[in-house]
């Protein structure tokens, strides 16, 4: 079955770096367009950034644009999110999301398939 394992959360001062790592198995990787969203407690999960079937094509949420960036390693089965310039707002646990498609998704509700997520944590 389709598992999407995220890795490289974890405590980091304000202005500080991350990066981000899912895997994914069970799945014809290179079909399926991959999400990021993020989940803080008493919020709703709202979208960050979504890259498409092959790393062309990206978005993002204005609240962390130009800080994100997301990327893919199709041979590896892998997406990343790397975080720069970090704020105790970013802090939230991050999910990624897989859906087979060309296009690029940026509503939670179009993937169908989601990892258990990694905390990140931002100290001020």
């Known amino acids: 079955q389709v598992q999407l394992a995220e890795s490289g959360g974890g405590l980091v001062q304000a202005g500080g770096s991350l990066r981000l790592s899912c895997a994914a198995s069970?799945?014809?990787?290179?079909?399926?367009?991959m999400g990021w969203f993020r989940q803080a407690p008493g919020k709703v999960r709202e979208f960050v950034a979504a890259i498409n079937w092959r790393g062309s094509s990206t978005g993002y949420a204005d609240s962390v644009k130009g800080r994100f960036t997301s990327s893919r390693d199709n041979a590896k089965n892998t997406v990343y999110l790397q975080m720069y310039s970090l704020k105790p707002g970013d802090t939230a646990v991050y999910h990624c999301?897989?859906?087979?498609?060309?296009?690029?998704?940026?509503?939670?509700?179009?993937?169908?398939?989601w990892g258990q997520g990694t905390q990140v944590t931002v100290a001020s």
């Open positions: 069970g799945l014809t990787f290179n079909y399926y367009a």
């Open positions: 999301a897989a859906q087979r498609t060309y296009g690029l998704l940026s509503e939670s509700s179009a993937y169908g398939y």
